[in-house]
């Protein structure tokens, strides 16, 4: 029988907030775009949403340097958010890094089926965080 108690740590601890959890996620995601990615190549994170402006916020925290935002969505592309111009896909820069943070069904598969029909390999020209 499983006991869930109000009063359990996972459900009162700060340290257990959903925030905390992200937090430490950018941590971690940090250190490995710092070991992994040269600090010369450019930074675009997929997706320009609030929870994804957010969650880079989070990694600029951890000094992760954001060159733009890129998004499918035609009301986006062009614009500024959170201080990166949001590009359309196929305005994307050869030889970036493309971070995603795409969470709507389908997204990953977009983006994944995208950078591998131009050639990016995932782990060495991306990777996807949400």
């Given at each position: 029988r499983w006991h869930d108690r109000a009063a359990r740590l996972s459900r009162t601890d700060p340290?257990?907030?959903?925030?905390?959890?992200f937090e430490?996620?950018?941590?971690?995601?940090?250190?490995?775009?710092?070991?992994?990615?040269?600090?010369s190549r450019a930074l675009l994170v997929w997706g320009a949403g609030r929870v994804t402006r957010r969650r880079v916020?989070?990694?600029?925290?951890?000094?992760?340097?954001?060159?733009?935002?890129?998004?499918?969505?035609?009301n986006k592309q062009g614009r500024s958010r959170a201080g990166h111009l949001v590009l359309a896909p196929?305005?994307?820069?050869?030889?970036a890094f493309h971070l995603g943070h795409v969470g709507t069904r389908g997204?990953?598969?977009f983006c994944r089926n995208f950078l591998g029909a131009r050639g990016c390999v995932e782990g060495r020209d991306f990777l996807f965080a949400a």
């Amino acid at each position: 029988r499983w006991h869930d108690r109000a009063a359990r740590l996972s459900r009162t601890d700060p340290r257990y907030a959903t925030e905390a959890f992200f937090e430490l996620k950018a941590r971690h995601l940090a250190r490995w775009l710092r070991e992994h990615v040269s600090p010369s190549r450019a930074l675009l994170v997929w997706g320009a949403g609030r929870v994804t402006r957010r969650r880079v916020r989070l990694l600029q925290t951890e000094g992760v340097s954001v060159t733009a935002f890129v998004d499918i969505d035609p009301n986006k592309q062009g614009r500024s958010r959170a201080g990166h111009l949001v590009l359309a896909p196929d305005q994307i820069p050869a030889g970036a890094f493309h971070l995603g943070h795409v969470g709507t069904r389908g997204a990953r598969e977009f983006c994944r089926n995208f950078l591998g029909a131009r050639g990016c390999v995932e782990g060495r020209d991306f990777l996807f965080a949400a």
